[in-house]
């Protein structure tokens, strides 16, 4: 058996795990939340966010399912509330500001606020061999700056907690910065948003101004960027980063107020995002999103996970 086919048989087995462990309930002192826990799922019409959604409200909490379009969104629902879960939709585009901002003033009138959010909006362009970078501004926006802009607008508005508040960003293996065939191949660069203690949120911006800068310029391809899917990986990557830099920030906050954020890879999920090619289930694919979610006395922050184990940046 080869390389490739003894990796392929470890996930395999690994997923079935998982699949095991997902039919084992959460014991009651395991159990922090309640119907009165909130959770906001972006992008959670279609898809990976559809079953985070799903899943999330099956385990009893309450779920905001947010659309860009808002009649998508509440057709989206009737399917989760005719199954009796406590679901409710709300209009939002990650790339709007007032829209974020209409959001949350709705979210703290109606619910005081959040405990969990689940950064899962996101587009791709491409597919298969496709390397376009095209839609690289659009892609930049959604996935880098959507995710940004949802996590300072919600960090205000966290509700106090002893179990902390949760922050899920939905990545991609792609954006890692030592993966072993799509990797920055900036040693200089890597070796800047390797450096977890001097990290800033100047130098991921820089990051991904420098790479659509030389998009524009149409220099992009000797920058030494990740050579598949690059918008997306630099998308995903300045995302991966941004998790690290926030977790830096937000670990002193008092107990009762804090908030652990980390992101994960779905893996390659049967979605619209892969165009249907993908290996992985949306079952499987929302498991670890929820599992973060809900995991019992959290103090995990900062960290990268795939299949509910973490995994290097």
């Not at 990290?199 to 149409?218: M, R, Y």
């Amino acid at each position: 058996m080869g390389h490739r086919e003894k990796s392929k048989d470890r996930k395999d087995k690994r997923l079935q795990e998982i699949s095991l462990l997902r039919t084992i309930p959460y014991s009651d002192h395991q159990r922090w939340w309640s119907k009165e826990t909130i959770a906001v799922v972006t992008g959670g019409n279609r898809g990976i966010g559809f079953e985070i959604s799903r899943q999330l409200a099956d385990h009893g909490v309450t779920v905001i399912l947010t659309s860009r379009d808002a009649n998508v969104g509440v057709e989206s629902i009737k399917v989760l509330q005719e199954g009796g879960l406590d679901v409710e939709c709300h209009q939002l585009d990650v790339l709007d500001s007032s829209s974020i901002s209409q959001f949350s003033e709705w979210l703290k009138e109606n619910y005081g606020g959040l405990n969990i959010l689940v950064n899962n909006a996101g587009v791709n362009f491409n597919f298969g061999s496709d390397n376009s970078v095209e839609n690289a501004q659009q892609v930049i926006e959604t996935n880098y700056y959507g995710t940004k802009r949802m996590i300072e607008a919600m960090i205000p508005l966290m509700k106090a907690s002893t179990a902390g508040g949760r922050i899920v960003n939905v990545s991609s293996r792609l954006g890692r910065l030592n993966g072993k065939r799509n990797r920055l191949e900036n040693d200089a660069l890597r070796e800047q948003l390797s450096d977890v203690k001097n990290l800033t949120e100047e130098l991921i911006d820089g990051v991904v101004t420098n790479f659509l800068q030389q998009v524009e310029d149409g220099t992009w391809k000797s920058g030494g960027w990740p050579r598949r899917f690059t918008d997306y990986s630099v998308s995903k990557l300045a995302v991966n980063a941004y998790t690290r830099f926030m977790a830096k920030k937000l670990c002193d906050r008092v107990d009762g107020e804090k908030i652990f954020i980390n992101c994960y890879c779905p893996g390659w999920v049967k979605t619209a995002l892969t165009g249907y090619a993908g290996s992985v289930t949306v079952e499987e694919g929302a498991d670890t999103g929820v599992w973060l979610s809900l995991i019992p006395e959290q103090a995990i922050t900062g960290k990268f996970f795939a299949e509910r184990r973490e995994i290097h940046f």
